[in-house]
């Protein structure tokens, strides 16, 4: 076994999700910081799939940091802020509105 990676435990989790999705085989194992107390997960695979699991992890990496920021419709600009709908208003396509703080306008967000 290989470590992969070691992470605290709400990312380890996105990352065995998506090493799941990628029907690669891990296991892990809790590891305690001995100076801070704090917990994080040791997540290893095996040799043959190391290389595998490296690629995929660089990809799950790149995708924690390429959400894709909503941008105004009318003005262009990246200044919104979010409200979501009660679950009452919900439409279909619809699960909030954002408004634009530098023209004012809302516009829907999309699911
Ligand atoms: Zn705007």
Request: proline residues 7%.
């Given at each position: 076994m290989k470590t992969l990676a070691i992470l605290d435990p709400t990312l380890a989790t996105s990352l065995t999700d998506f090493l799941k999705s990628q029907q690669i085989p891990f296991s892990t194992q809790p590891e305690t910081?001995?100076?801070?107390g704090l917990e994080s997960i040791n997540i290893s695979v095996v040799d043959e799939l190391y290389d595998r699991a490296c690629d995929a992890t660089e990809k799950w990496d790149q995708s924690m940091h390429s959400q894709p920021k909503p941008r105004c419709?009318?003005?262009?600009?990246?200044n919104l802020e979010y409200q979501e709908l009660a679950p009452g208003e919900?439409?279909?396509?619809?699960s909030g509105l954002y408004h634009c703080t530098d023209c004012a306008r809302p516009f829907p967000a999309q699911r």
């Open positions: 910081d001995a100076e801070t419709p009318h003005c262009g600009s990246s919900s439409v279909t396509q619809i």
